[in-house]
């Protein structure tokens, strides 16, 4: 599976942002899916993540109300709508897909597929 995220961009504290995540190679159904963002000199941390079927999602406390998860099977492609941006959401947004132990993972070590990042910078 290819992954390739998109949607990155620099807006204004309270803005919103839809990043996408587009596969090739191979069918999303078949994985649950994650979105992971990275900080300068810091690990890969969880974000959100969705079910394969799309039926159960979960997100990391900081963005929990303000993120949303959703994905497209039509599109093979999976999203991260993030409303009322923060400062502290500038990072570099990283996709993910996994056949995982339960329906979706906060666990980076669950997920074989990453696509190649896509910055997002908010700025006060």
């Known amino acids: 599976v290819q992954l390739q995220a998109s949607g990155g961009g620099l807006v204004l504290a309270g803005d919103s942002l839809r990043l996408s995540c587009a596969a090739s190679?191979?069918?999303?159904?078949?994985?649950?899916m994650g979105w992971f963002r990275q900080y300068p000199g810091n690990e890969r941390q969880f974000v959100a993540a969705i079910s394969r079927l799309g039926t159960m999602t979960e997100y990391a406390a900081p963005v929990k109300g303000r993120f949303s998860i959703s994905r497209d099977a039509a599109k093979n492609s999976v999203y991260l709508h993030m409303n009322s941006l923060k400062p502290e959401d500038t990072a570099v947004y990283y996709c993910?897909?996994?056949?995982?132990?339960?329906?979706?993972?906060?666990?980076?070590?669950?997920?074989?597929?990453w696509g190649q990042g896509t910055q997002v910078t908010v700025s006060s």
């Open positions: 190679g191979r069918a999303l159904s078949g994985y649950a």
């Open positions: 993910a897909a996994g056949i995982v132990a339960s329906s979706r993972s906060r666990e980076l070590d669950e997920y074989a597929y």
